[in-house]
């Protein structure tokens, strides 16, 4: 499984962005993807899941203004971010789990959010 990411970028406070990934490889393989996030100097945090029966989930500081979503048809994921905060800025990451538990990852997308 390859995943690209796309769509960081730098925003203002209280703007959005929404980041891309797309995967490709054995995809039908994989049971959930998820985003993760890893701020200067802090360890990767789990921002947001979506299983392969459309299930959520999310980090608590960012309930409510992101959203995970995917589309099927184009193999891909994507993080709707809204009203974001400075406190958002980290290099996100796609993230790939397949049934048997391997797991896969992007490269990364920097977000930064300016106030």
């Known amino acids: 499984v390859q995943l690209v990411e796309s769509g960081g970028g730098l925003v203002q406070a209280g703007g959005s962005l929404r980041l891309s990934c797309a995967a490709s490889g054995s995809i039908f ?32 500081s960012v309930k409510g203004r992101f959203t995970i979503s995917r589309d099927n048809a184009k193999n891909t994921v994507y993080l709707q971010m809204n009203s ?32």
């Not at 921002?47 to 459309?54: D, M, N, W």
């Open 29 to 60: 393989s994989i049971n959930a993807m998820a985003w993760y996030r890893q701020a200067l100097g802090k360890q990767r945090e789990l921002v947001a899941a979506i299983t392969s029966g459309g299930g959520t989930d999310y980090l608590d």
């Open 84 to 115: 974001l905060k400075p406190e958002d800025t980290a290099v996100y990451y796609c993230n790939a789990h397949e049934w048997d538990g391997r797991q896969y990852w992007g490269q990364g997308t920097q977000v930064t959010v300016c106030s």
